[in-house]
């Protein structure tokens, strides 16, 4: 079988070296296993046939069986065309081409049997299709009716004239040499408890189904099969790591009671305290702890993690903490500052503005263990920084770094690998962790500190800017600070927003009393830092930004979040930006400026953020509207190969996925049984062929 599926398609009955190329280019399909897995986007019902009498406007694609009565050219140069009448016995309408047309001219016949398909339009009192599909009735099974594939094209392909039904005749040859080279992949067992076709089935039905059942029972097995697969995989993977990878034992707690007793400025939630237990038990395992700590806006997960921090320093270890931006780095180490020096633990940021002579000294410290926690950036991944013995790398906002610099972190302690927690602020749907992180322990802060008042969200329009005005003045006078935050920096050509240069000016003119800061991703270190902390020391009452605010920045007095534009931001951000404000005991709000004029989806987005603070149940409807790929913004390895499942659509298959996949790795991690003979041989042949899908960009 091996051999059968990896053939290259160049020489597959229809397709030839030139067309294989082509397939090659614009598909990323070389081999019969990449083919027989180009499955179609949809299909069209061709089971019907509509009388032409009963044709009505507005009516989508159908299908017409009849005669060609004649037929004739019209007009010159471009707007030539070739004009078909078309009767079944109960009335006539027009075909129409206006391309192709010597090509059309040989092949029609009048007094012979055809199938049309097309959109009908209505226009001067009698029914067209143009460029319909067209072709002779042939065999029983076009007399009969069926649900063709559609597959898709790129423009290159229809330009060579490569059709979606080409596609499906090459498909169709391909399954017909296949069908006895397809093995199933899953047990028996699981087969009859999920009631499941054949995968041989699933695979001819996926792209000629015998009717909508069979597609219906084609997609579930193919679903549950790949979402099966990924999460065994997953799964595997993460019992590999448990058995791999020794974790130091962070065992000692005298840090973390007395932090509780003495230090602590308010009682955790019920949530922390589980993800605190959870953490705990990993650190004292004796194996690796890798663990997503996934927690909304303002949910407490810094506190958390300087926890975790007290336990490694506690039992002779180090612990770092790293964050995306500096802004985020030095807010983290100025809050953790304010304990450790209470309760004498050395702590030190390192971020890409540290001096050189203040880095050596920090390495120093660093190497010999003089300095038990470092706070930074990016510059922590440089090779210079070396531990005397790293227990805990924490990572904060992970989505924003890359798997080869996380893996850098891992390698600071060569003797032992150190502990991870990894942290997000971005809620991330059950579905989506499942996939993305399916190879992580996951915690979750799913409750916001005591005290804490939910945001009041209101949608306004432009026309309302200036009751909105009149809004934050009360707000300036009770004390409080504002963000105004803006979609760019400069004028752009292509996009009407308003920028933030204009915002700004605007703004000091519509509040001239008032102290304004500026911060924008443009401006150097140094410049935002003083500007955050002119705001951040109640110096300057409105903060004007762009998103360079979103992630992090806390500040508790601020309580009214204005987002210009709103309608031009994703819901995940502007999720995060509304976090930004209600860090405090006060009332918080947040407002949504937009043009009068929008989208479908943007209505959508809007009224989710007016309707709940719940970052999961955003995240959720975020997943609906954007798909995982647009959602996480960067290709993430696992999620993105899922050719046919629907991590928006398909949760249930995917959490009946993961528990079947669990049940097995639980009882039979090394699939030695004889009942998972056929998902191991599956799992080592598809490893080698995801080889292929490495040429996907």
């Given at each position: 079988m091996d051999d059968f599926f990896d053939n290259k398609i160049d020489f597959l009955k229809g397709v030839g070296p030139q067309r294989a190329k082509l397939f090659n280019q614009e598909l990323n399909i070389y081999t019969y296993y990449e083919l027989i897995r180009y499955f179609p986007f949809r299909h069209e019902d061709r089971t019907q046939i509509h009388p032409i009498a009963e044709l009505e406007d507005e009516m989508p694609y159908l299908q017409v069986k009849g005669q060609i009565i004649n037929w004739e050219t019209a007009g010159e140069g471009f707007k030539k065309r070739l004009i078909a009448t078309f009767s079944d016995g109960t009335g006539s309408l027009e075909l129409l081409w206006f391309q192709g047309i010597q090509w059309q001219l040989k092949n029609l016949k009048s007094g012979v049997e055809y199938l049309v398909f097309g959109k009908?339009?209505?226009?001067?009192?009698?029914?067209?299709?143009?460029?319909?599909?067209?072709?002779?009735?042939?065999?029983?099974?076009?007399?009969?009716?069926?649900?063709?594939?559609?597959?898709?094209?790129?423009?290159?392909?229809?330009?060579?004239?490569?059709?979606?039904?080409?596609?499906?005749?090459?498909?169709?040859?391909?399954?017909?040499?296949?069908?006895?080279?397809?093995?199933?992949?899953?047990?028996?067992?699981?087969?009859?408890?999920?009631?499941?076709?054949?995968?041989?089935?699933?695979?001819?039905?996926?792209?000629?189904?015998?009717?909508?059942?069979?597609?219906?029972h084609a997609k579930n097995r193919l679903k549950f099969e790949e979402l099966f697969f990924l999460q065994l995989k997953l799964l595997h993977q993460q019992q590999n790591k448990k058995i791999r990878y020794k974790g130091q034992l962070l065992t000692q707690t005298a840090l973390l009671t007395q932090f509780y007793t003495e230090h602590l400025p308010f009682e955790l939630t019920n949530a922390q305290k589980r993800v605190v237990k959870e953490i705990c038990k990993d650190m004292a395992s004796g194996q690796q702890m890798n663990r997503l700590l996934q927690g909304d806006v303002g949910s407490g997960k810094t506190i958390v993690a300087f926890l975790a921090?007290?336990?490694?320093?506690?039992?002779?270890?180090?612990?770092?903490?790293?964050?995306?931006?500096?802004?985020?780095?030095?807010?983290?180490?100025?809050?953790?500052?304010?304990?450790?020096?209470?309760?004498?633990?050395?702590?030190?940021?390192?971020?890409?503005?540290?001096?050189?002579?203040?880095?050596?000294?920090?390495?120093?410290?660093?190497?010999?263990?003089?300095?038990?926690?470092l706070v930074g950036t990016h510059a922590l991944f440089e090779d210079k920084v070396q531990f005397e013995n790293l227990g805990l790398c924490i990572i904060d906002e992970q989505h924003r770094f890359g798997v080869a610099q996380r893996s850098k972190l891992w390698n600071k302690n060569p003797e032992i690998v150190p502990h991870v927690l990894v942290m997000t602020a971005t809620p991330i749907p059950r579905t989506l962790a499942m996939t993305l992180y399916g190879d992580l322990d996951v915690s979750i802060i799913d409750e916001l500190p005591a005290g804490r008042k939910p945001i009041k969200t209101a949608h306004r329009y432009d026309a309302h800017r200036l009751r909105v005005f009149g809004f934050i003045k009360e707000e300036i006078k009770k004390g409080r600070q504002i963000y105004i935050v803006y979609p760019l920096i400069e004028e752009s050509e292509k996009l009407s927003y308003k920028n933030l240069m204009d915002g700004y000016e605007s703004i000091a003119r519509a509040f001239p009393e008032a102290q304004i800061s500026i911060l924008h991703g443009q401006m150097s270190s140094t410049d935002k830092d003083y500007e955050m902390q002119r705001f951040i020391r109640k110096e300057t009452q409105i903060m004007v930004a762009t998103t360079v605010i979103e992630v992090g920045v806390n500040v508790p007095n601020a309580s009214v979040m204005v987002i210009e534009n709103s309608e031009k931001f994703g819901l995940s951000q502007l999720h995060q930006l509304r976090g930004r404000v209600g860090r405090g005991g006060d009332q918080s709000y947040c407002i949504l400026m937009t043009d009068v004029k929008l989208s479908k989806e943007a209505k959508v987005r809007l009224e989710t953020m007016v309707r709940t603070t719940n970052g999961f149940e955003i995240a959720e409807v975020d997943l609906k509207l954007r798909g995982p790929g647009n959602m996480m913004g960067t290709q993430q390895s696992g999620m993105m190969d899922l050719i046919i499942a629907d991590l928006a659509k398909d949760a249930h298959i995917l959490q009946n996925a993961r528990e079947v996949a669990k049940k097995i790795i639980e009882e039979d991690m090394p699939l030695k049984k004889p009942e998972n003979q056929a998902l191991r041989l599956y799992l080592q042949k598809s490893a080698k062929q995801e080889s292929y899908w490495s040429r996907i960009s």
């Amino acid at each position: 079988m091996d051999d059968f599926f990896d053939n290259k398609i160049d020489f597959l009955k229809g397709v030839g070296p030139q067309r294989a190329k082509l397939f090659n280019q614009e598909l990323n399909i070389y081999t019969y296993y990449e083919l027989i897995r180009y499955f179609p986007f949809r299909h069209e019902d061709r089971t019907q046939i509509h009388p032409i009498a009963e044709l009505e406007d507005e009516m989508p694609y159908l299908q017409v069986k009849g005669q060609i009565i004649n037929w004739e050219t019209a007009g010159e140069g471009f707007k030539k065309r070739l004009i078909a009448t078309f009767s079944d016995g109960t009335g006539s309408l027009e075909l129409l081409w206006f391309q192709g047309i010597q090509w059309q001219l040989k092949n029609l016949k009048s007094g012979v049997e055809y199938l049309v398909f097309g959109k009908p339009q209505f226009f001067n009192g009698k029914f067209s299709l143009v460029h319909p599909e067209i072709e002779l009735v042939t065999n029983l099974e076009q007399q009969i009716g069926y649900l063709q594939p559609v597959y898709n094209l790129t423009e290159k392909l229809k330009k060579k004239f490569i059709t979606s039904k080409i596609i499906g005749k090459i498909i169709q040859g391909l399954l017909e040499i296949a069908y006895n080279q397809i093995e199933e992949n899953l047990s028996e067992q699981i087969i009859q408890a999920q009631k499941l076709i054949s995968r041989r089935d699933a695979l001819v039905q996926i792209h000629f189904p015998k009717n909508a059942n069979w597609l219906k029972h084609a997609k579930n097995r193919l679903k549950f099969e790949e979402l099966f697969f990924l999460q065994l995989k997953l799964l595997h993977q993460q019992q590999n790591k448990k058995i791999r990878y020794k974790g130091q034992l962070l065992t000692q707690t005298a840090l973390l009671t007395q932090f509780y007793t003495e230090h602590l400025p308010f009682e955790l939630t019920n949530a922390q305290k589980r993800v605190v237990k959870e953490i705990c038990k990993d650190m004292a395992s004796g194996q690796q702890m890798n663990r997503l700590l996934q927690g909304d806006v303002g949910s407490g997960k810094t506190i958390v993690a300087f926890l975790a921090m007290l336990m490694a320093v506690d039992s002779g270890t180090q612990a770092c903490l790293v964050a995306p931006t500096e802004i985020l780095a030095e807010q983290h180490y100025h809050g953790l500052k304010e304990f450790t020096d209470k309760m004498g633990i050395t702590i030190d940021l390192l971020t890409g503005s540290t001096r050189t002579k203040d880095r050596r000294v920090l390495h120093g410290r660093l190497e010999n263990g003089n300095l038990k926690i470092l706070v930074g950036t990016h510059a922590l991944f440089e090779d210079k920084v070396q531990f005397e013995n790293l227990g805990l790398c924490i990572i904060d906002e992970q989505h924003r770094f890359g798997v080869a610099q996380r893996s850098k972190l891992w390698n600071k302690n060569p003797e032992i690998v150190p502990h991870v927690l990894v942290m997000t602020a971005t809620p991330i749907p059950r579905t989506l962790a499942m996939t993305l992180y399916g190879d992580l322990d996951v915690s979750i802060i799913d409750e916001l500190p005591a005290g804490r008042k939910p945001i009041k969200t209101a949608h306004r329009y432009d026309a309302h800017r200036l009751r909105v005005f009149g809004f934050i003045k009360e707000e300036i006078k009770k004390g409080r600070q504002i963000y105004i935050v803006y979609p760019l920096i400069e004028e752009s050509e292509k996009l009407s927003y308003k920028n933030l240069m204009d915002g700004y000016e605007s703004i000091a003119r519509a509040f001239p009393e008032a102290q304004i800061s500026i911060l924008h991703g443009q401006m150097s270190s140094t410049d935002k830092d003083y500007e955050m902390q002119r705001f951040i020391r109640k110096e300057t009452q409105i903060m004007v930004a762009t998103t360079v605010i979103e992630v992090g920045v806390n500040v508790p007095n601020a309580s009214v979040m204005v987002i210009e534009n709103s309608e031009k931001f994703g819901l995940s951000q502007l999720h995060q930006l509304r976090g930004r404000v209600g860090r405090g005991g006060d009332q918080s709000y947040c407002i949504l400026m937009t043009d009068v004029k929008l989208s479908k989806e943007a209505k959508v987005r809007l009224e989710t953020m007016v309707r709940t603070t719940n970052g999961f149940e955003i995240a959720e409807v975020d997943l609906k509207l954007r798909g995982p790929g647009n959602m996480m913004g960067t290709q993430q390895s696992g999620m993105m190969d899922l050719i046919i499942a629907d991590l928006a659509k398909d949760a249930h298959i995917l959490q009946n996925a993961r528990e079947v996949a669990k049940k097995i790795i639980e009882e039979d991690m090394p699939l030695k049984k004889p009942e998972n003979q056929a998902l191991r041989l599956y799992l080592q042949k598809s490893a080698k062929q995801e080889s292929y899908w490495s040429r996907i960009s």
